[in-house]
């Protein structure tokens, strides 16, 4: 089983930046795709952005494109680092994982889940 913790949410202001942070631990522990997802009061989940194993070419959800800048820097540890943010980015943010998807942007692809860091930014 794998286990993914989020951290690094938190209120801020309009234009100010976070970076969230997920860990994975656990057994079996070969997570070939790990992403970011949303989930703002009354919305379904929404794809943030993706990164694969080695780090390679990330993928990342058009209303995120040139604030957000997803990494890997290990096989168990990835960034979210948000710029720019805006009320609208206000969500629980999920890392999820898993050793390969079909989708990158369909949650229903993914077996682990974090808990959720709450993303508050204020107008």
């Known amino acids: 089983q794998v286990q993914l913790v989020e951290s690094g949410g938190g209120l801020v202001q309009a234009g100010d930046s976070l970076r969230l942070s997920c860990a994975a631990s656990?057994?079996?522990?070969?997570?070939?795709?790990m992403s970011w997802f949303r989930q703002a009061p009354g919305m379904e989940r929404e794809f943030v952005a993706a990164?694969?194993?080695?780090?390679?070419?990330p993928f990342i959800a058009e209303p995120a494109k040139g604030r957000f800048t997803i990494s890997r820097v290990s096989a168990n540890t990835m960034y979210l680092q948000m710029n720019k943010l805006k009320p609208e980015d206000t969500a629980v943010y999920y890392c999820?994982?898993?050793?390969?998807?079909?989708?990158?942007?369909?949650?229903?692809?993914?077996?682990?889940w974090g808990h959720g860091t709450q993303v508050t930014v204020s107008s």
């Open positions: 999820a994982a898993d050793q390969s998807v079909g989708l990158v942007h369909d949650a229903s692809e993914y077996d682990y």
């Open positions: 656990g057994r079996p522990f070969n997570l070939g795709i």
């Open positions: 990164i694969g194993r080695g780090g390679g070419v």
